[in-house]
């Protein structure tokens, strides 16, 4: 074993750790005082994106109740080194977008298409020609109701056009560059982001996290203020403070299932990357809720990204990680010493995943190995890690040994993968259910209460 690889669990460890994470937002609260103009947030609006649409509708209350100046920048075109699969991913969040509007009580038409690309770039151009407009969030919000919910899409944006005006397509192309190139500098490839402080948020699914962190911010501000110690207890205290708008006054686990005695449990596809850490938390969520409810997982296995020739840049998979760990802190699952399996450990713990499926305890090696992976930086390119993850996990590390040689898992996982793909689908973790398929750990309690309202019918 390398000193890299013995190193490499710890310094990820300390760079997701808690501790530095206060550091840093320590010293973001001392550069405000002396600068206050940077105590802004940051939203990177993409008009053709169904999550920048959503996100649009709610940061009034957010600006309103955390008492905070927005900062818009405008993009269309996103990278494409850095966003794969791209129409399926813009196809997948239109479906999306429609579950979400109806959970949030959002304005998303139920019927609809992408918008063209000849009017995404008009009314982008819209936009960008008035950057400085002393009501730019609602001209925002008018521009992009014109081009999701009108009738007539075309001609409400001409009308708009013959109010506001709109940039040159050369001005419009040379913004956009400069907008793209800033989100990446900061550190990030997606539009529907928020960027606050040195953090990202995107989207809806993490406005938890900013509210989280904006409103302790400020009680512990109030508090240094006044007494100009901040303790433990005070620091408690302001962690109960956190008031929430109603689309986010949710329970962050996931809905429960109704037991039906006798009757055939329901049965989840799961697809699942032993190198992704998003997997790892939806398997501890989703094993959490099938050891108390009626419920048969399929787990279907498929390889990383990268071992299938795709690239994951760098500041995406920072990124991940930083998002991982506060989703996992958020639902209470350890995470944060990672040894990466990528290459020959993958291929080692699909090789035991088989094994295993065939002694049906498939859930209890996933289990053990991604824990070990995700957060206790255990090498399973090596023995003596992988042996023991195998003896957790129940099985036999003597006859377990014998089937890391063998190749056949190769066509199983690309079965899956190809399986994945037909299902418009193109990464993990991804769970279908009757007809449905919903990407990402985000989407758990989707489909939970999918299944439930099937089952009660």
């Not at 808690?18 to 609260?29: A, M, V, Y």
């Not at 239109?94 to 770039?121: G, M, V, W, Y």
């Not at 962050?252 to 009757?263: Q, V």
Request: hydrophobic share 40%; charged share 20%; proline share 4%.
């Amino acid at each position: 074993m390398s000193l890299k690889t013995l190193l490499m669990p710890h310094l990820i460890n300390w760079l997701t750790s808690n501790t530095l994470t206060r550091f840093k937002r320590g010293l973001f609260l001392l550069h405000k005082k002396f600068n206050p103009s940077i105590d802004q947030i940051t939203f990177y609006l993409r008009v053709n994106d169904p999550y920048s649409y959503l996100l649009l509708q709610v940061l009034p209350d957010l600006l309103i109740s955390q008492q905070k100046q927005l900062n818009i920048k405008i993009l269309l075109q996103l990278n494409s080194d850095l966003n794969l699969e791209i129409d399926k991913q813009a196809n997948y969040a239109l479906k999306d977008a429609k579950r979400l509007a109806i959970e949030h009580q959002l304005s998303f038409p139920q019927k609809t298409q992408l918008p063209s690309l000849q009017n995404s770039q008009l009314a982008t151009a819209i936009l960008l020609a008035n950057l400085n407009h002393p009501e730019f969030l609602q001209l925002c919000q008018l521009v992009c109701d014109a081009l999701w919910l009108s009738q007539d899409t075309t001609l409400s944006l001409d009308k708009l056009t013959l109010q506001y005006g709109k940039l040159s397509p050369l001005e419009a192309e040379q913004q956009l560059n400069h907008a793209k190139h800033y989100l990446q500098q900061k550190g990030h490839y997606q539009s529907g982001m928020l960027y606050y402080g040195g953090e990202w948020y995107w989207g809806i699914d993490r406005l938890w996290h900013l509210y989280q962190r904006l409103s302790i911010t400020c009680t512990v501000t109030n508090i240094l203020t006044e007494t100009a110690i901040a303790t433990k207890t005070a620091k408690k205290e302001a962690a109960k403070e956190i008031s929430l708008p109603g689309y986010l006054q949710r329970n962050t686990a996931c809905m429960p299932l109704d037991k039906h005695d006798g009757a055939e449990p329901p049965s989840i596809d799961f697809y699942f990357s032993f190198r992704s850490p998003y997997s790892y938390l939806a398997a501890q969520r989703l094993f959490k809720i099938a050891q108390k409810y009626p419920l048969t997982i399929n787990i279907k296995p498929v390889l990383p990204m990268v071992m299938r020739g795709l690239k994951v840049p760098k500041n995406k998979r920072l990124y991940i990680v930083h998002d991982a760990k506060r989703e996992a802190e958020r639902y209470q699952i350890a995470f944060g010493k990672i040894a990466d399996p990528l290459g020959e450990g993958v291929e080692r713990c699909m090789a035991l995943f088989y094994f295993a499926k065939q002694q049906a305890k498939e859930k209890q090696l996933v289990d053990a190995i991604s824990q070990g992976i995700w957060a206790e930086g255990i090498d399973t390119a090596s023995d003596k890690g992988l042996r023991r993850l195998v003896c957790r996990a129940g099985l036999d590390w003597g006859q377990a040994k014998k089937c890391l040689a063998e190749q056949d898992w190769k066509v199983q996982a690309e079965k899956n993968q190809r399986d994945l793909n037909q299902l418009g689908l193109w990464g993990v973790p991804s769970f279908q259910y009757q007809g449905l398929a919903f990407w990402g750990q985000d989407r758990l309690a989707a489909i939970i209460k999918e299944i439930t309202q099937r089952s009660s019918k």
